[in-house]
């Protein structure tokens, strides 16, 4: 991709990012209610099990691991790579904004330390994956995209995050899988043209 291009990128997303901001109250105030009210029954079931970190992790990371890893383990190594630096680099970010969260009721089992909003540790990590994916299971492009999409949602949805905390998490999450998809398609090309093929 030429330069100007991530350039265009950077700024459309820097503009995605400042919109969603200014619309993160008008958006989490929409769903207080939708929670409580008995027609959103099943959408609730559907979204209480796209917001469940582990089946996230299940879903995006170890099922297409256990799927690739005969053909292409340095996919999985990467797909397990580019988790790790996502869900690093959302806690520490976390740990920079201290950006409390829509509702004071929330709270994480084990720890108080991940109950800061910013940035959506969720988007973060299924949008860092969805890169690489799409490069090695493009069949299934339309069920990724649409559960990466799931997830996030799901976090506007029960009110764990603010709108600008889920774009941010996603646009940085598929920025880190787009680098590190790209770097390991280059490193392939490399190889196989020192060898010759």
Do not use: C
Request: avoid cysteine; glycine fraction near 4%.
């Amino acid at each position: 991709m030429k330069k100007t291009n991530y350039f265009l990128i950077i700024g459309i997303s820097a503009l995605l990012l400042m919109i969603s901001y200014a619309l993160d109250n008008k958006v989490s105030m929409l769903f207080q209610n939708t929670n409580q009210d008995a027609r959103f029954a099943y959408f609730d079931l559907i979204l209480s099990i796209a917001a469940n970190f582990g089946i996230a992790v299940l879903v995006m990371l170890v099922i297409p691991s256990i799927i690739l890893y005969k053909n292409d383990k340095k996919a999985v190594y990467t797909l397990l790579l580019i988790f790790i630096v996502s869900f690093i680099l959302a806690f520490a970010i976390k740990f920079i904004v201290l950006r409390q969260r829509p509702i004071e009721a929330f709270t994480y089992p084990f720890t108080s330390i991940a109950n800061y909003s910013f940035p959506s540790m969720h988007s973060m990590a299924v949008f860092s994956l969805l890169p690489m994916l799409l490069d090695k299971m493009p069949k299934q492009r339309f069920f990724w995209i649409a559960f990466a999409f799931l997830v996030s949602f799901s976090r506007i949805y029960f009110r764990a995050h603010f709108l600008s905390d889920v774009v941010f998490g996603a646009i940085a999450g598929y920025f880190i899988g787009h680098f590190f998809t790209k770097a390991k398609r280059k490193a392939v090309y490399d190889k196989t043209k020192i060898i010759g093929f």
